[in-house]
Nanobody
Framework: QVQLVESGGGLVQPGGSLRLSCVAS????????MNWYRQAPGKQRELVAT???????MYADSVKGRFTISRDNAKITTYLQMNSLTPEDTAVYYC?????????????WGQGTQVTVSS
């Protein structure tokens, strides 16, 4: 049974930084993308950042220039470096691994880690 375990969330002041980590326990094959989503209270879950197997990255407009996603393929680990945090970044952050095999896709999700930006 594969599990994704996130860490690194917490309380930070505006302008501060946090680094989230997501480690997969077990082996996952045919990984297509590794992603970070977030969900703020009363809002829908949104895609924050994506990194492909080849290392290409994509970001939501709201985090461009402030967040950086990276991955370690050998360790099946992804990171989200978050800088210049604002209260609008407050949310539960979820790690996601999307795999494609045989023409169909499947997803693994972490349990979420709370990020609170407040003075």
């Amino acid at each position: 049974q594969v599990q994704l375990v996130e860490s690194g969330g917490g309380l930070v002041q505006p302008g501060g930084s946090l680094r989230l980590s997501c480690v997969a326990s077990g082996r996952i094959f045919n990984i297509n993308t590794m992603n970070w989503y977030r969900q703020a209270p009363g809002k829908q879950r949104e895609l924050v950042a994506t990194i492909t197997q080849g290392g290409n990255t994509m970001y939501a407009d709201s985090v461009k220039g402030r967040f950086t996603i990276s991955r370690d393929n050998a360790k099946i680990t992804t990171y989200l470096q978050m800088n210049s945090l604002t209260p609008e970044d407050t949310a539960v952050y979820y790690c996601n691994i999307h795999r494609i095999f045989g023409g169909s896709g499947s997803d693994y999700w972490g349990q979420g880690t709370q990020v609170t930006v407040s003075s």
